[in-house]
């Protein structure tokens, strides 16, 4: 298991600095990281039988680089529609959009798509792999698409790095939950991405197995240095994460931040 430290009690963020000593020294602080999400006032609004839903309600957000945030909040509260425009796969109605320095606005589909499988790994709750290739060849696909000539070196490597060396060449259906999702986190990460977008990750894993993938994903992510955004359900899981955010009828209601060491 992978140690990602004592966790941090969650304080809220003060909305006020505080005011100097008479006398003391400024503290100096390192300067922020670079925001690699920007969201600015982002609308979704879909259609239905029974007329338009709204789906966000107005969402700004700055997440800085090498982050790991949670987004939590009751069902219907907007957090996977929040992912889904994250990762592009989902049009905001309106709204300004930046990720890892690209306007999402000004992208058609085939541009977001390359910024995808160059910026962004997505895990969601069901694995998605192809049930006809194996264990390697699901995580050598978006390189192949790439054009990687060492697609299969680097699958190949990653595979090994999440403790699936020995089950190279076994198909979805040969391999449990949690080694579908091991599979899934390697295909992820398979382009290095600076953003790893997680959708209830352990929610189709036991107890045991979920620990084991949320201890993989966390200590990936440090290794990468890598900004992780997690959607989950699960406070527990939340709060072992920098910063969360929950989510309320299509707008972010409140956030907190770990406190620091």
């Known amino acids: 298991m992978l140690d990602r430290g004592e966790a941090r009690p969650d304080t809220e963020i003060p909305i006020s600095a505080p005011d100097l000593c008479r006398g003391a020294a400024p503290t100096v602080h390192a300067p922020a990281a670079k925001p690699i999400i920007t969201l600015r006032d982002v609308r979704l609004t879909l259609d239905s039988r029974a007329g338009p839903v709204d789906i966000l309600r107005g969402v700004s957000l700055d997440v800085p680089a090498g982050q790991s945030v949670a987004v939590v909040g009751p069902s219907g509260s907007g957090k996977t529609s929040l992912l889904m425009v994250l990762a592009g796969l989902e049009r ?3 709204g300004q959009i930046r990720v890892a320095g690209h306007d999402f606005g000004a992208l058609g589909e085939d541009a977001l ?27 050598a696909l978006p390189l192949e ?7 299969f070196e680097t699958a190949r490597g990653l595979l090994d790095e999440v403790g699936l060396g ?8 040969q391999l449990s939950g949690g080694e579908q999702q091991r599979v899934a986190l390697a295909r992820a990460l398979s382009a290095r991405p600076k953003l790893i977008l997680a959708d209830e990750p352990t929610g189709n894993l036991d107890g045991k197995t979920g ?9 990936l ?4 240095h890598a900004t992780l955004v997690l959607v989950t359900h699960d ?12 989510m309320s009828d299509g707008v ?10």
């Open 92 to 94: 905001a109605t309106s």
């Open 113 to 139: 798509t390359r910024v995808r499988g160059a910026e962004i790994g997505i895990v969601f709750q069901s694995f998605h792999l192809v049930p006809t290739m194996t264990a390697l060849e699901n995580v």
């Open 145 to 151: 698409f790439a054009g990687d000539r060492s697609a």
């Open 166 to 173: 020995p089950r190279l060449d076994h198909y979805p259906a």
């Open 211 to 219: 620990r084991a993938v949320v201890d993989l994903l966390f200590g």
């Open 221 to 224: 992510q440090r290794k990468r």
């Open 235 to 246: 406070e527990r899981l939340a709060a072992e994460c920098q910063r969360t955010i929950r």
């Open 252 to 261: 972010i209601a409140s956030e907190t931040v770990a406190a620091a060491a």
